[in-house]
């Protein structure tokens, strides 16, 4: 009867410090998101990088062309990330054609 407490203890144990260490990932995670975008804001010159619009800055977001939950890969890559205003990144789903278009201009064709 003692070991399948024990059991149950470790199991527990385990659970919480799984919940503890995705908690403290996903903290993280928003920190570093937190400079990343404002990094790409600063590296973009407060243009959006789908329709040419300049951009105040609290104006514009740090869009993905490849959507983020695709991959952690490419949730801070640079490439993939670019100051986009909320118009085009939120009502436009992200304006892709013209996203895409810019990606090539700005990296060229042979781009990932």
Same mark, same amino acid.
């Given at each position: ?33 937190? =400079?990343?975008?404002?990094?790409? $804001?600063? $590296? ?18 740090? #869009? *993905?062309? =490849? ?19 909320? *118009? ?5 789903? #992200? ?18």
């Amino acid at each position: 009867m003692n070991i399948l407490k024990d059991i149950k203890n470790t199991i527990c144990y385990c659970i919480e410090w799984i919940l503890f260490m995705k908690l403290k990932a996903n903290t993280l995670k928003n920190k570093l998101w937190k =400079v990343f975008s404002e990094y790409i $804001r600063k $590296r973009d010159d407060w243009v959006c990088i789908s329709c040419g619009k300049p951009l105040k800055w609290n104006e514009g977001h740090a #869009g *993905h062309f =490849v959507a983020r939950n695709r991959s952690l890969n490419t949730y801070f890559d640079e490439q993939n990330v670019n100051l986009q205003c909320c *118009h085009c990144n939120l009502y436009l789903s #992200g304006n892709l054609y013209k996203y895409w278009k810019a990606l090539e201009k700005k990296y060229g064709k042979d781009m990932p």
